[in-house]
């Protein structure tokens, strides 16, 4: 019986190990690979094709089917600077990946091999800031696609957050595009997809009249006044406002237009369409509608009038952090609270929401103006 239990335990501990070995020896050493990005390896594969977000192979014999994002490396024995580009890819060497692939798409015939550089491509240009390239590989996958929902969502969304040259190309490339499909009633998603891409991209390159412009689109509705420097709308000054957690047309536009100091008119239409918005998008819709309200008051010469729009301000600011605490708009909300209360004449109040700010969100960039706003106020600079 012992010697049974002893053979059984044995054949426990070596039976795995066997069949690993085996079929690590049945792939041939240079043989094409994929590895998913939970550490699961196929070898040998034949890739078969490459569309829609998805790579099809054969392993075995069986067809198997992963999106591009389970991938995390794909080996081409045939093809060294895909493989290069997939290894650097891996290591956040991104400009160096997108050289590789730009060498391997040279002189590619195969259909499936071109979309998966393009995927490649995307990828790795994104993460390089390179959004000139991000976007002409997004629009090939696009179009090899024939603008299906999946390839639409998978535009570039890592814009460089200052202007650049290569933000200018992009730009550049996609009105081109816009021109293309704006009256084709088939493109109407896809119309909405590259509206959306340059509103994004007119944001960071701070081209905000043509950003204000492309929102009101999406919108559905007319730009009418300027976001200027020389406005006397916007009191001289852009507004510095951070990103809203919702996508919704109408809060980017409100979005812009409050960056390009069109303060009044952002509070009138967001004032009337609070019962409109769905519960994810109120967050945002409160939080832009309270700075409205603050900066109306910050630059309101009658007492009265300034007091008023203050105390909504507040009341706004404070609804987004009461009822929606865990939302990206709650620091800033808490933060221009404290401010509201600053002006106010309530320094308590003010040091409190400061203090609130550093506490519940400590490595928030709404943190970092809370410390400075309460070192203002010792020193009797604040505000």
Known sequence: MNRNRTEIGILRIWLPVCITAV??????????SVKLTNGLVYKPVKIVEVADGFIRFIYEKSPIRKTIREVSIITLDADKDFTKGETLLRQGK?????????ASRKGVGTRWKKLLIDYRLLSASESA????KAVASWIKIVDA?????????????????????AGDRAIALLNALLKDKADKAESKAYVKAIRMMLLDIFERQGRLDEARAVAAQLAGRTATAPTTK???????????????GSPNA????ALISLKGGLCEQVAVDLSGRLKQFKKDDLPSALMLLGRARLEMGLRATDKDAARKYLLNAGLDLMRVVVFFPSSTEAPHSLLWA??????????????AAYSAVIKKFPDSPAAKKARKAMEGMKKGTGD
């Open 129 to 132: 800031g390179q959004i000139d």
């Open 23 to 32: 079929l690590t020896a049945a792939a041939p050493a240079g043989a094409d």
């Open 230 to 244: 020389n406005s006397s709308s916007n009191g001289g000054r852009r507004i510095d406002v951070p990103a809203i």
């Open 338 to 351: 404290g401010r509201v209360n600053e002006r106010l004449g309530n320094p308590f109040a003010a040091k």
């Open 145 to 165: 696609a024939k603008a299906t929902r999946g390839t639409l969502e998978m535009r570039p969304r890592k814009i460089p957050p200052t202007r650049s040259v």
């Open 250 to 253: 109408q809060l980017r536009l």
């Open 94 to 102: 991104y400009s160096k990946a997108v050289d590789a692939y730009i």
